[in-house]
Nanobody, 122 residues
């Protein structure tokens, strides 16, 4: 079993910064991609950013130029640096680990963190 533990959420004023972390633990041989999603009240969960094991990244248009994702493969940890935060960034942020393989030759599975609240006040 694999667990994802997020940290770093909180309350910040408009224009402020926060850094989220997500550490994956358990039986892990490899992780294909790690990413961040968010869900605001009354809205569907949306993709914020993804980073592959090779370091390739993609971002939602709404966060480009403000958010930066990074990853430490040795620690199975993904980070999200969020700058110039806006009230519309307020949401629960979820970490995702895509196609996690526990042992060589096994199938991979996706896992989710429990979510961390980010609130940006105007």
């Amino acid at each position: 079993q694999v667990q994802l533990v997020e940290s770093g959420g909180g309350l910040v004023q408009t224009g402020g910064s926060l850094r989220l972390s997500c550490a994956a633990s358990g039986s892990i041989f490899s992780i294909n991609a790690m990413g961040w999603y968010r869900q605001a009240p009354g809205k569907e969960r949306e993709l914020v950013t993804v980073i592959t094991s090779g370091g390739g990244t993609m971002y939602a248009d709404s966060v480009k130029g403000r958010f930066t994702v990074s990853r430490d493969n040795a620690k199975n940890t993904v980070y999200l640096q969020m700058n110039s935060l806006k009230p519309e960034d307020t949401a629960v942020y979820y970490c995702n680990a895509e196609y996690v393989i526990g042992q060589p030759g096994e199938l991979g599975y996706d896992y989710w963190g429990q979510g961390t609240q980010v609130t940006v006040s105007s």
